[in-house]
């Protein structure tokens, strides 16, 4: 099918005086692919090739006692067997190699396996055959631990350590917090005032990028003291620098050839082949492959991370969506590889393609005993629209409304703020939205037809940074788990740490405790402060209530600072968001009163001249912080 | 173990290797015979990367042993070029986009050669079903569909043009 240009939408944007776009071009690499002479990784043929095979943990989560690999070493065609001692550097994390995370993953695991298919040991052979027969002499003696496959099973106290390094079962970012937080507006007044209260939760599965073509590499020795490595690599400098720091050579002595990748979706950046084909070669001398078969490239190979969000929109009768809170669970399996960067994406995507004045996010980058994800085509990004999208449709039935009016009504347009205080430029969801109704043959109104991205963005409130509520140190965090005691290790499981989203709450941390919005798990705050602090107040167990509840959370102020009276507390809040001023206030719809318990009081937004409570702080102004300042990105 | 001796016609040509005991076609080709063009996929039947005809009909090399094709003939997408003359089918692939990353290719030009071999003119349906046991992540199957119809039409200018 013809590719159809449209080049009455945005006519004055761009250059039509183009040479190539829009005429058809035959790809340069696309002779090799029909005549079959496409030099894939597998298809450098090696005299006295060695096959790899690695012996797989049948667990989802176990503690290696021993491994008796005597029988596989004098099986016929074995040539050596390498063992979690024979790595140079066994500990790895990917984005190591930027800076980014705490190395957590051992190439061949020593002591433990946090995944099914998680590799213990390797065998090299004179065929793959050898090798399989061999894999299967090898004797492990497992002392089967309880695993947790559940992203909220995970961050419960009780639940099963995954992943040593970060024994809360969640990433660390900064060293500081255990969750990507966004804060934009006051989501907890806005869905006060919100006509209707919308709440849904949406699942998405890990999905295997499933390349024709395994992921693999072929290692050799070559006559000038390096070793060459063929790889299947999507991430040729990462395969190298992963390669170099795992294996303890310096890069300039390893030759990575790439480049012809067959298919890959993101499945193929990990790094994992190169190392160990080359620690092959290293040890054995001779030309190694190691190649994944298929089983394994389904069981072991990493997937696009599953992705749990639960969302909550406020929204006026009129359809306009004046608050929207996000929690958001991503499932990194058992180590980190790149899901602690799709967690950034992810919240920087937040809330989607709209101008929505309030927004609040809490996501976690969640550890739990399924095999590792990784990237696969707008990871981060694909789960969180597929959650948002959803919504809208049920936002839409809400507010009786047309699916494709209610997004054209709230779309980004051109110097609208976004949520990461950002100016949106370039907005076309509008134009999108038309032309897709158009093709469809859907009727839109004439105000949907007549909207644009480039008029009425950016005036008054929707070019503007709200009041945001901060910290004393201007963060729109709260820190996390500061420990109790400066040894981690004495007397403190890992399950002592303080629970994601409460640590002002803990008597260790000292710090006053924030304001409620910035807690938005509030039925994992209860049970997590009652294991966490013994002897504090911070005893009671609210009822359970869904996690996208953030206004109302039973805390104490366990350090420091009187406790509020549940009836004062909402007084705290700080001034209205400006569009939300504008309007006259709403009683509080019944969907709010279904979560509210009849013994509490509705929650009420304070006017901006009520006195701040003791041991709050006032909302700072857009601008006053260095963490929110918007200034790089306003016009 | 002992090894079998194999002789089979290659792309028109005599080839001989040496097969091990339970070695399949597929392993025999690329490694005895050096022939790279049929892919490693899955190893079990399921993908069709390592489609190769034997004796004209299409056979997933995987699970053919190396020593059944004892005298018989072999064709795989390493020999359908005629020196530099590319065969239709090559040349619609390229024209109609019809490969990213080329993966899958030369088992879909073998599902493709064998059907138009017998069928030149099929209908889409036809086309559709002698390409249903190959897998492809990539491009999608609707050009490779085109690419194949494109081919089987080449010969009659009028009706592509219309």
């Not at chain 1, 894939?40 to 012996?55: E, S």
């Not at chain 1, 990028?209 to 991430?235: H, K, L, W």
Request: hydrophobic fraction near 35%; glycine fraction near 10%.
């Amino acid at each position: 099918m013809p590719v159809e240009f449209r080049k009455d939408l945005f006519a004055d944007e761009r250059d039509d005086n183009l040479a190539e776009i829009g005429k058809p071009h035959i790809r340069q690499d696309i002779l090799g692919h029909v005549t079959g002479r496409t030099p894939f990784y597998d298809d450098h043929l090696f005299d006295g090739l060695l096959h790899m095979r690695c012996l797989r943990s049948p667990h989802h989560h176990a503690r290696i006692r021993s491994v008796d690999a005597s029988a596989a070493e004098i099986a016929p065609g074995v040539v050596r067997v390498i063992r979690p001692s024979d790595v140079p550097v066994n500990m790895n994390t990917l984005l190591s190699l930027l800076n980014f995370g705490r190395d957590d993953e051992p190439l061949l695991s020593p002591d433990k396996v946090a995944y099914k298919g998680e590799p213990v040991l390797a065998v090299l052979a004179t065929s793959e055959r050898a090798a399989r027969d061999a894999v299967a002499q090898v004797r492990v003696d497992w002392e089967v631990l309880p695993h947790v496959l559940d992203v909220e099973e995970a961050l419960r106290p009780e639940a099963p350590v995954v992943n040593e390094t970060y024994p809360g079962n969640a990433f660390d970012y900064h060293e500081k917090y255990d969750h990507q937080k966004l804060r934009f507006g006051d989501v907890t007044a806005a869905l006060v005032q919100a006509d209707h209260v919308v709440e849904g939760e949406y699942q998405m599965s890990p999905i295997e990028q499933a390349p024709m073509e395994t992921c693999g590499a072929i290692a050799a020795p070559e006559t000038n003291d390096r070793f060459v490595c063929y790889t299947s690599t999507q991430a040729l400098f990462f395969s190298l620098g992963t390669a170099a720091k795992q294996t303890g050579l310096a890069s300039s002595r390893l030759h990575f050839i790439g480049g012809t990748v067959g298919g890959g979706f993101g499945g193929k950046v990990d790094s994992h082949h190169e190392p160990l084909a080359i620690l092959g070669a290293l040890l054995s001398g001779r030309p190694v492959k190691y190649q994944w078969d298929r089983a394994e490239e389904m069981q072991v190979g990493a997937p696009r991370g599953g992705e749990r969000w639960r969302l909550k929109d406020g929204v006026m009768n009129d359809g306009r969506i004046i608050a929207r809170e996000l929690t958001g669970f991503f499932d990194a399996g058992a180590y980190t590889r790149l899901s602690s960067y799709a967690v950034q994406k992810s919240t920087g995507h937040l809330p989607g393609p709209y101008t929505i004045p309030n927004v609040a996010s809490n996501v976690y980058c969640v550890y739990t005993n399924r095999t590792p994800s990784t990237a696969m085509r707008g990871f981060g990004i694909t789960g969180v629209d597929f959650a948002i999208e959803c919504h809208m449709d049920k936002v839409a039935e809400a507010v009786g409304m047309d699916p494709i009016e209610l997004r054209i009504l709230n779309a980004y347009r051109d110097g609208d703020m976004k949520a990461h205080r950002r100016v949106a430029k370039n907005c076309a969801l509008i134009e999108s939205c038309q032309v897709a109704a158009q093709k469809s043959g859907w009727s839109l109104s004439s105000d949907a037809l007549a909207a644009s991205s480039m008029r009425d963005g950016g005036i008054g409130w929707r070019g503007q940074i709200p009041e945001t509520m901060i910290d004393e140190d201007g963060r729109i965090g709260d820190r996390k788990r500061i420990w109790a005691t400066p040894e981690p290790t004495a007397a403190s499981g890992p399950h002592r740490a303080v629970a994601a989203g409460t640590a002002n709450e803990h008597p260790a941390t000292g710090a006053a405790p924030q304001r409620d919005d910035m807690i938005i798990e509030a039925e994992r705050l209860g049970f997590k402060v009652s294991e966490d602090a013994p002897g504090s107040e911070a005893q009671s167990v609210p009822e359970p209530r869904s996690a996208a509840t953030p206004h109302e959370p039973a805390r104490r102020h366990v350090n420091g600072g009187p406790s509020l009276p549940p009836a004062a507390r909402p007084t705290t809040h700080s001034a209205p968001a400006v569009p939300v001023a504008a309007r006259p206030a709403q009683p509080a719809p019944t969907s709010i009163a279904d979560d509210a318990k009849p013994s509490d009081p509705p929650p009420t937004v304070a006017p901006a001249d009520q006195p701040i409570e003791p041991g709050s702080r006032p909302p700072r102004r857009p601008g006053a912080s260095r963490f929110i300042s918007g200034s790089r990105g306003r016009r | 173990m002992a090894k079998t001796p194999v002789t089979f016609t290659l792309n028109g040509a005599d080839a001989a290797t040496f097969a091990d005991p339970g070695q399949n076609l597929l392993d025999c080709l690329r490694r005895g015979v050096g022939d790279l063009s049929p892919k490693y996929g899955c190893g079990q039947g399921t993908c069709g990367t390592c489609t190769v005809l034997i004796d004209g009909q299409p056979h997933l090399s995987c699970l053919v042993l190396a020593e059944t094709v004892q005298d018989r003939s072999v064709e795989t997408a390493g020999g359908m070029a005629n020196g530099p003359d590319l065969h239709a089918l090559q040349t619609a692939f390229m024209e109609g986009f019809a490969a990213q990353c080329g993966y899958c290719t030369s088992g879909m030009l073998m599902a493709a050669k064998a059907l138009l071999d017998q069928n030149p003119s099929p209908t889409r349906g036809e086309v559709i079903d002698a390409i249903s046991g190959n897998l492809c992540r990539c491009t999608g199957y609707e050009p490779i569909v085109d690419a194949i119809l494109s081919a089987s039409r080449a010969p009659r200018a009028t009706e592509r043009s219309a």
